[in-house]
């Protein structure tokens, strides 16, 4: 495995999605017009899209840190106006996690990453069921600790647990299946193969689909 490429490819990827609403922005979202779904959202005031959409166009176009405090913003405005939906929690761990990325290895970059944990975890326990909360979860807990190890506070079995639940419980989506794998990938887990490939394997139904299928194949690539 070249591990450096593996850690620039998955510190952080998960980007939270269910299924974007019947809407003009979600509409863009699904065809892959990030920016374009971004502002769109922003003018109806739809702050979990808008969130989803920034974290996309940073994440699958490059967009820079800019485009990452859009979406920790947009998402602290979907949290805090739905703190029991589990799907703004989603994406305030997602967000946040970009965030504590970019901010490398500091202790702001720490704090930041502790708080994506507990939106995380929120998440999870709002929805125990839902395998996209379980696999965006788990690779947390794995990019943590592949990074800095106990002292991250990342914890490899619960992502193996959380990872391998999620896979099981939701074969036939892409979106689970390439998180699941990415953290089983960086635990250097063997089952990590198996579980990319199934998600490069799998038929894409939009365009975020697609650039998450894209990150489970040069992943994949990684492990050979």
Known sequence: ?????????LLWSGLP???AGASPAGDLLRQGEY?????????????LTASRAAAAVA???RGGRDWVDRAVASAQAAAAASPSNPDAQLALGSALGL???AGGYTLGALRT???ARAALEQALTLAPARADVKAVLAEWHAGAWAKAGIFSGGNAGQARTLALAAAQAAPENVFV???AGLS???LRDPQAGRVLAQAAALFPTDALDRDVQALAQQTLATLK
């Open 99 to 101: 965030q504590a990325r």
């Open 35 to 47: 920016a374009r779904a971004y502002s769109a959202a922003q003018a109806s005031g739809d702050s």
């Open 113 to 115: 990453a502790h708080g």
């Open 59 to 61: 994440e699958y176009r």
């Open 184 to 186: 089983l990938a960086l």
């Open 17 to 19: 999605w269910s299924g």
């Open 1 to 9: 495995m070249k591990r450096g490429v593996l850690m620039s490819l």
């Open 177 to 179: 299946q390439t998180h």
